[in-house]
């Protein structure tokens, strides 16, 4: 079997059991699938875990967009609606610091502008030499 799903099934598992273990968690979408399928105890573990900072959240969006092609409108509503479920969910915990985007094909400086006007600390990217 594979998924996103049983990946986050393990993951909270084993957070759950080693409270020194952390994961980050990056495209709400793929969280948000796996969340809607879960018990109130399971939804009650992962709340715990967020609160104790065993599990982060990071980037936030519904899904990390490209850098390339997308319109900056694009770019905010995605970002707007992974973040709004995240502090639906789980409060002002669930808030990630920091921006994420490994697998853009390619950067655009409109984007880090983009994620330091919404509160990010920090921005984590790849292919800086690409």
Not at 3 to 19: F, H, K, N, R, S
Not at 123 to 128: D, G, I, K, S
Request: proline letters at 2%.
């Amino acid at each position: 079997k594979a998924g996103v799903q049983y990946t986050i099934d393990t993951v909270v598992q084993e957070l759950a059991m080693d409270p020194e273990k952390r994961y980050i968690q990056v495209e709400t979408a793929f969280f948000w699938r796996w969340w809607k399928q879960q018990d109130e105890d399971t939804k009650n573990t992962v709340k715990a875990l967020v609160n104790q900072g065993q599990l982060e959240f990071i980037g936030g969006g519904w899904s990390m967009n490209d850098e390339g092609a997308s319109h900056y409108a694009a770019l905010v509503d995605q970002m707007s609606l992974g973040l709004r479920i995240l502090n639906d969910t789980f409060g002002t915990c669930g808030v990630p610091k920091v921006a994420w985007q490994i697998d853009p094909f390619g950067h655009s400086k409109e984007q880090a502008n983009l994620f330091a006007n919404m509160g990010f600390d920090g921005l984590f990217f790849a292919r800086l030499d690409w």
